[in-house]
C-alpha cells in the first residue's frame, strides 16, 4: 500500500491525490488507496518530462520579468518578487536580453548591493538583515529563470558564490522551561471558535512537539498504524528525513508524557497535513497571555525537549537519534547550549557564595598573636596575685 510521500497526500480519507508544479502550472491526479506508490512517482516524473517547456525569452529582460510576474499575481510575496525583480532588471539593464545575462554579472551587482550603505527601502537596518534582504533578491531572480527556462536548463544564479555574513551568528538558547510550556499549553483554547464543539488540533499538536520532539513535517506523515503506544517501550516509526545529507527512517521511543500526548492526538483523529503556521500563531497568542515576555515559537518547544534530553542523560549521539539528526550533524550541539547554560550560572553561584564566605571573614577582629596572649594572662595572674594579698593585710589588720 501507498505512503505519502512528497507530493502525494491523502485526499479525504479515501484516495491519494499526486501533484506537481511544472513552470508554475499546478498538476493533480487521484488514485484508488490500494495504487502502489511507485505507480503515483511515475506519473509525477512523465507530467514533469512531459510538460517541461521553455520559455523563449522576449525582446528584454523587463519584458521577461513582465511576463513572469503576471503568471505569480496570486502569490502572497507578489509585491516583494515585483520590487526585487525590477531593481535587478534596472541593475543588469532593462533592454539586455535573459540569454545573454552571465554568473559574473549578476556577482558584480550582488556585491555593489552588499558594499552599499546598510538601507532597506529609505530605513536604516541591521547588517543581518541586509544580508538576508539581498539573499532573497537572489533568490527571486533564479525562480524566474528556473520558471522561463525549465529546471533543466541553465540559470546563471546557480553559479553564483554564497553569500556570507561577515561574522557568524551566534546559536542562541531557544529553550523554555517545562512549567513555562504548561502554563502556554494550558492558555491555548481547547475548542476552536465555532458553532459547534470542535477540539483545537492546534494543541494537540503543540503537546505532541513539546514532549516528543519530532519535526511538524515529520508529523504530518505518522499515521496510526506508526504508534505502538502500548508496547514495551513505547515507539513511533518516523519517516526518513531528506534535510542536509539524509537521516534514514528509524523507530524512536516515547516518553510517558509523549505516549499521553499521542493517545489525545489519536482521540482526536489530527493525523495528516496542516498548516505550521497556524500552530504557531497559537502558541504565540497564548504565551503572550500568560505573560512571556521574550520572544517564542512553537519550533522553540522541539529545542527545549532535546535540551531537556541532554540534561537527562548528557550523550548527545542518543540525543541525535531521537531528534532525527545526521550522524555527525553540526545541528546537535544546540541542544547543548541551555546545559552549559545551567552549568555556567551554578559557577557564578558558587563563587559569589565564597566571595561572601571570605567577605564575613574580613569582617571578625583580627586575632591577637601567642605573645601578646602570653603577656595578658602573666599581667592577669599578678594582678590576681597583688589583690589576693592586699585582701589578706587588711584581714590581719
Excluded at 483554547?189 to 494543541?203: D, F, G, I, N
Excluded at 537527562?312 to 552549559?340: E, I
Excluded at 564575613?360 to 596572649?373: E, I, Y
Excluded at 594582678?383 to 592586699?390: K, P, S
Aim: aromatic share 6%.
Amino acid at each position: 500500500m501507498a505512503r505519502a510521500q512528497k507530493g502525494i497526500r491523502k485526499f479525504r480519507g479515501t484516495q491519494w491525490r499526486a501533484s506537481v508544479r511544472v513552470n508554475g502550472k499546478l498538476y493533480q491526479k487521484l488514485f484508488a488507496l490500494d495504487t502502489p506508490t511507485d505507480t503515483m512517482k511515475t506519473w509525477i516524473e512523465n507530467t514533469r518530462k512531459d510538460n517541461r517547456g521553455t520559455v523563449p525569452s522576449t525582446e528584454s529582460l523587463q519584458a521577461d520579468v513582465d511576463s513572469y510576474l503576471s503568471r505569480i499575481t496570486a502569490l502572497r510575496t507578489y509585491k516583494e518578487k515585483k520590487f526585487d525583480l525590477n531593481l535587478w532588471a534596472q541593475a543588469l539593464g532593462p533592454s539586455k536580453s535573459r540569454k545573454t545575462i552571465t554568473t559574473k554579472q549578476i556577482e558584480e551587482v550582488l556585491q555593489e548591493w552588499l558594499q552599499s550603505p546598510v538601507t532597506q527601502q529609505g530605513r536604516k537596518t541591521t547588517q543581518l538583515k541586509h544580508v538576508q534582504t539581498i539573499r532573497k533578491r537572489k533568490h527571486n531572480l533564479q525562480r524566474m529563470f528556473t520558471v522561463l527556462d525549465g529546471e533543466d536548463a541553465v540559470n546563471p544564479v546557480k553559479g553564483c558564490a554564497r553569500l556570507q555574513l561577515r561574522r557568524p551568528k551566534q546559536l542562541e538558547v531557544r529553550e523554555i522551561d517545562y512549567a513555562t510550556i504548561e502554563r502556554i499549553l494550558d492558555a491555548m483554547p481547547t475548542y476552536r471558535r465555532s458553532r459547534t464543539k470542535v477540539l483545537s488540533l492546534a494543541k494537540i499538536r503543540a503537546t505532541v512537539l513539546a514532549y516528543t520532539g519530532i519535526p511538524p513535517h515529520l508529523m504530518k506523515q505518522i499515521e496510526a498504524r506508526d504508534l505502538s503506544l502500548y508496547s514495551d517501550p513505547p515507539t513511533v516509526d518516523l519517516q526518513g528525513r531528506t534535510k542536509g545529507e539524509g537521516v534514514e527512517a528509524r523507530t524512536v521511543p516515547l516518553t510517558p508524557e509523549g505516549v499521553d500526548a499521542f493517545k489525545a492526538f489519536h482521540a482526536a483523529n489530527a493525523y495528516g497535513p496542516f498548516e505550521e503556521s497556524g500552530v504557531n500563531r497559537a502558541f504565540k497568542s497564548a504565551a503572550k497571555r500568560v505573560g512571556v515576555l521574550r520572544r517564542v515559537h512553537a519550533y522553540d518547544l522541539r529545542h527545549s525537549f532535546g535540551s531537556m534530553l541532554y540534561r537527562a542523560f548528557g550523550d548527545l549521539a542518543a540525543v541525535a537519534f531521537v531528534m532525527m539528526h545526521a550522524k555527525g550533524s553540526t545541528v546537535t550541539p544546540r541542544y547543548t547550549l541551555g546545559a552549559h547554560a545551567d552549568v555556567a550560572a551554578s559557577a557564578v553561584l558558587a563563587f559569589s557564595s565564597k566571595v561572601a564566605e571570605q567577605r564575613r571573614g574580613a569582617l571578625k577582629p583580627t586575632p591577637p598573636p601567642a605573645q601578646v596572649v602570653a603577656k595578658n594572662k602573666r599581667r592577669q595572674a599578678k594582678a590576681t596575685h597583688l589583690r589576693l594579698a592586699q585582701t589578706a593585710q587588711r584581714r590581719r589588720a
